[in-house]
Structure formats: C-alpha cells, structure tokens
C-alpha cells in the first residue's frame, strides 16, 4: 500500500509519462490563461538570473529562457525522468541558457545566496505539508538577491455546476487536509496565507493577484483543463480508493464516468480560482 | 476473437500497426470482457491521449538525435530499454537487450540502423507498452509479418477522390498529387511529414523528390487541381511551386481540422457494426 501520508510526498508518480503530459498541458494552460510567464513584469527588466523551482519538464523555464540569451534558468524538480525530458527540450529548442537539475525544493536548496533574481514555484500544494511551507519560503528568500522577486502561483478552489466533479474536487480537497497538505476540506487555504507567509520570512512589497479561469465548455482553456482533470481523475483512482474505502471501486469508476460525462456537456461551466502572490526581497 | 479490421480504421490508430492494434483490441475484450465495439471506442481513446504523451516524451530525444545532440539525450536502443523499463509493472530497471533481440527476430521492432531503432516501430511498441499498462509480458502480438510492420495514414489522390488508407512506408507509389494525412505527430521525424502549430495532426504530399531542403515531385497541374481559390501563376518557377505546395498543405488540413480537433471517432465509424463469422472466428469490425 502507498504511503501517501510522507511528509511532502507526491500522491502522483512523477516519472509516470501521463502524468509528466498532463502537468505540460497544465502548466501550457497556466501560462497562457494567466497572461504569460511574468504578468507582474512582462518587460522581465532586472531579471537575469531566474530560479524555477518544481520545474516539471520544463514548460515555463524554458519559455523564460526563449525570452533572451541574456536570462539564465535554473530549473529543479524531484523527479529524475522530468529532468531528462527538461535537458533533452533545452537541448531541442536550442535553450543553452537554461539549465536543469535534479533535487527536492522541501530540502535547502543547493545554491548560494543573494543568487537569483526571480524565483518562481507553481502548484506545489500536490506535494508541500502545510508545515513546510514557511521554511520553502524563507529558503526562497536566501538565495534571492536584495531586490529579487519570489513568486508563487497555488490554486485554491474549482467550482463548477457538475455535481460529480465537484464531489471529486470536494473529496480531493479532503484527503490532502488528512494528509497534512491542506488545511481544510473545504479548500486548501493554501493561498490566503501566502501573503502571511512571504511577509514572517522577511519578504516586503507583498501582493497578491487574484485569477479566476474559466474552464466552461468552449472556454479557451476548456480542453486542456478537461484533459488535466480527466487525467488527473484517472491516474489518482489508487490513492482515491486508498483514501476513500467507503467507496468501492464500482462506485468510484462510476463517479469518475459521471465526471467526465457532464464536462462534456456544452452547458458545462466552471471556473478554477488561482492566487499568485509576489514578494521582493 | 480474431479481428479483421476495416482498413480505414487504421490510421486512426498509427503509429500502431495492425498486428498491434488487434492485439490489443484482443487484450482488452479478454481483460476487461469488453464487447469488440466497446473495446474499439476503449482503445481509440486510449491511443488518441496517450499517442500524444509519447510524441510529448520522445520528441526532445528523437530531435536530439536527429541534430547531434549529446548521447544521453538522444534517441538510441539504450535510451528506447531504459524507457520502456520505467512505464512496465514494478518499473524495472530496463527491458533487457536480449528481449529486445528477440523482439526484433519476431518483427515486433525494427532498426534503421545498429543502435538506432526506427523511429516510427520504437513508438508503436512505447505505446502498446504504456496502453497495457497491467500486462508484464503479453502487451506486444507473437509476431508481426515484414509486411505487417508498418503504420497507416489517410490518403486522397484528387479532391473528389475517396479516402484511402495506405502504409507509411509505401507512400511514394503514389500518385504525385495524393494528399496524405496522419493523427500521429511523430512522423514528422521523417522527410515529407510536417505537422500543423495547433498539434492535431501532420500532413505531406505522397512523393519527395529531395529531403534537405524538402522539395515535393509535384507537377503545377498536381497543386491546381487541389487549389480552390482560383488560378495560381509562375508555378514554373520551382521556389513557387514548393511554397504553393507548403500552403495548400496547409489549406487541406484546415479543412480536415475539425475532424481531429473533435476528439472522438468520425461520425463513419462511431457506429460500429459488429460482423461475426460463424463458430466466432474471423469477427470483422466494419465502419458503416
């Protein structure tokens, strides 16, 4: 049986290859519904050197590296095969300028200080304990330069009119709280104290952006959030049965079908609540 | 059950051969005791989303490989063990050469040269890999036939020609003017193939007269009788002719944009009808 309950532990397999696409197409859709890789400062002036912190197959750093040969990336993630795929990507899109390496960003983390001028981390809740996050963010903040930006993207809440997905988003929300990594199952609550966070770790000029996407059937960012979540709802049935054992696997697959189901319906709408908080050092 | 597919089923299912795709098809009716039309729908969903996953994956490698990158990120037989090892039950260190050796004696794998598998075979056995995910061992067919080895795209020799399935190695005994057509957005790693921005699928002229720079084996009377926009002039010129081509490639495929960005089967095979001989052998999945 999986231990899910590791301090910041991924309920995912990382190296699975569904789940290395489907965390591309949600960072893709990240990057694209939100106004690009960098809305606070779209003109990236002063950022030369860049830290992304979770990267994934390297979806937002390298499109931050394509921006000028002048910024350098750094990119880090936990999982060994995610960093392969990064290296081959900057190799294939001919980003020299961007490096990857492996490593777990709830460790310090490998650099020196006063280092980058940006630090960017999104959606670490699947893995981050509650407790964990004050120490990540006073890591950020030390190998910040004084000046550097710390810029962290969490969603907090998908609310939709399907009943099904909602009670597989409600359910979510629950079993992370038991696992330590929500504080609530009702939310994870994650975003409202970023701001808190990032100002008890010495961060000032603190500001949070709110961002509702929407995700209705025909939205822009429809497709991809359907694949995400149909994704998602498939490749976490373990942890779910796991978690849930007053559901059997019968009614399990049968609430996944509805889901699925009533998101493809073209009166389906919904929208997913993001918060990005940034802080200055 | 043994399946005889309707040959224009098969290039929804490229890069898979046929010979994988029946196994499969075999795979899930025996593990999931699903019915040949619910297995059919079961397993084109499965191909649709996890096709893309590993173009998404062995793109970058492949690329790598093709522009000299270094070794270890490059496409190679090392690289296609070690990752269809990370995707088997338990997730072993790597397949083993000699298992490989013997896929390659049944037909299963085929090489463009030593140490380098085809791009195209490396992908259909990725694929059935990560599509079985439960079965250990018994993901891949016996074997597969030199003739069987290949992937099918759609093909359409004239604007009011039918759809014609054809191999993709094969597509050079083509009419010149053939249209060709694929959901499987790997096959760009060979010459002829490029692929639309928006990623629902790639698109080529049947014959290349030369790879670097790609060059069609196009007539002006090939690209005239595909234009609909009225008349073209100086397609003498060699430079016109190639980037009327490049356009009007791009034109179809507008048009046949809605068929793949829908997700689902096209309306023709959606309704599957189920023709078994008797004694249950020989059961036929035709498109109506």
Known sequence: MADYARDNAYVLDPDLLEEMHRLDIQGQMLTRSMGGVLPERPDFAGIKKVLDLGCGSAEWALQVAGRSADIQVVGIDKAPRMIELAQARAYAEKRANARFRIGDITEPLPFLADNFDLVNARLLRGFMATSAWLPFIQECLRVLRPGGLLRLTEDEILLTNSLACDHLNFRGYKNLATLGKAFSGHHPGITTRMPGWLKEAGFQQVQSRVFAMDISYGADAYESFFFDFKTAIELLKPFSLQMNPEYTVEENEALCEQAIEEMQDPGFSGKLYLVTTVGEK | ?288
């Open chain 2, 1 to 288: 059950m043994n399946y005889n597919l309707e040959p224009l089923l098969l290039p929804w299912f490229a890069p898979l051969p046929e010979p994988m795709i029946v196994h499969l098809l075999q795979r899930l009716e025996r593990t999931r005791r699903a019915v040949p039309a619910t297995a059919l729908q079961v397993l084109f969903n499965q191909v649709r989303d996890k096709r893309a996953a590993t173009y998404f994956y062995m793109d970058p490698f492949v690329q790598a490989r093709l522009n000299g990158g270094p070794a270890a990120l490059s496409f190679s037989t090392g690289w296609l063990l070690k990752t269809l090892g990370a995707q088997a039950p338990g997730k072993k260190e790597a397949v083993s050469q000699k298992t490989l050796s013997y896929w390659r004696s049944k037909g299963l794998v085929r090489f463009q040269q030593h140490g380098l598998p085809d791009y195209a075979s490396a992908a259909a056995l990725y694929l059935a890999r990560i599509i079985d995910v439960d079965a250990e061992r018994h993901f891949l067919p016996s074997s597969m036939g030199v003739d069987e080895q290949d992937w099918w795209c759609f093909t359409q020799a004239a604007p009011d020609a039918p759809v014609v399935p054809w191999q993709a190695s094969l597509l050079q005994e083509l009419p010149s003017s053939t249209f060709c057509w694929t959901p499987w957005l790997g096959s760009v790693w060979e010459p002829g193939w490029i692929k639309r921005q928006d990623q629902t699928f790639a698109m080529r002229w049947a014959r290349i007269e030369q790879k670097q720079p790609l060059a069609y084996h196009l007539w002006p009377e090939d690209v005239l009788s595909w234009y609909p926009f009225g008349t073209l002039s100086h397609l003498d010129d060699p430079d016109i002719l190639q980037s009327s081509a490049l356009l009007l490639l791009h034109h179809l495929a507008r048009r046949r944009k809605e068929l793949f960005a829908s997700g689902a089967l096209p309306e023709d095979i959606q309704s599957v009808e189920v023709v078994l001989a008797k004694g249950g052998k020989n059961g036929r999945l035709r498109a109506r």
